[in-house]
């Protein structure tokens, strides 16, 4: 029988994405709009809605629906705000960040996730994202600042480079920590380089490349 993806669409949102404490109207009509399952591998276009981080090969893995919902709701992203998304993955969240604010520009370090994302994107039929292939821990430098910074891989420690990218009021989520208890922190940029931060939520994701944590030996 053929699976019902308009209907597993919405019992994702009722039954994983709302639950978690994701209320906001405009985050949960963004979830349940975007299709998923064109975002994800053919293999995995079954799994697409279950509450389970999917592979996407290179070692990384595209995040839960409920911990999307979770990081689309504390961005609070308004038409007017410029993303920078750090990690493109499938391109998923892309497009919800697309469907928030009025332009993304996402860098990915694997050229193939990039490729693939910008044509599931422009078949989704959005024209406000950028894509670009590049190593945002030490090597990319953007030449504009930004409203929202979003990282969907894990840090051990935030880079300082990536704070001097945001406007004054800018909004970073970014997952930081020692696997597997990591936290989602939002930080909030409050002009002359002073952040307000706020733990939201624990999670458990992959390293970005050159931001896992020192190897300790011990003797």
């Not at 998923?36 to 990384?60: I, W």
């Amino acid at each position: 029988m053929a699976m019902n993806f308009d209907q597993a669409r919405l019992n994702m949102v009722e039954n994983q994405v709302r639950p978690w404490e994701v209320l906001d109207g405009r985050v949960l009509d963004v979830i349940g709009n975007v299709h998923r399952e064109d975002f994800v591998a053919a293999a995995h276009r079954q799994l697409a809605f279950a509450d389970l981080c999917l592979p996407l090969g290179h070692g990384e893995v595209m995040m839960k629906p409920v911990v999307e919902g979770r990081v689309l709701q504390a961005l609070d992203l308004q038409p007017t705000d410029h993303v920078l998304e750090i990690g493109t993955g499938s391109g998923f969240l892309t497009a919800c960040l697309a469907s928030l604010s009025a332009k993304v520009t996402s860098v990915d370090i694997h050229a193939d996730f990039t490729v693939a994302a910008t044509k599931r994107l422009q078949d989704a039929g959005f024209t406000n994202t950028s894509l670009v292939t590049g190593e945002a821990v030490n090597g990319w430098q953007p030449n504009e600042l930004f409203d929202v910074l979003v990282v969907t891989g894990a840090v051990s420690s935030i880079p300082a480079r990536w704070l001097t990218w945001l406007k004054t009021d800018a909004r970073a989520l970014i997952v930081r920590g020692q696997s597997p208890v990591q936290h989602a922190t939002l930080l909030t940029h409050e002009g002359a380089g002073r952040y307000r931060e706020e733990t939201l939520f624990e999670t458990d994701l992959p390293y970005l490349t050159h931001a896992e944590p020192l190897k300790r030996f011990v003797f």
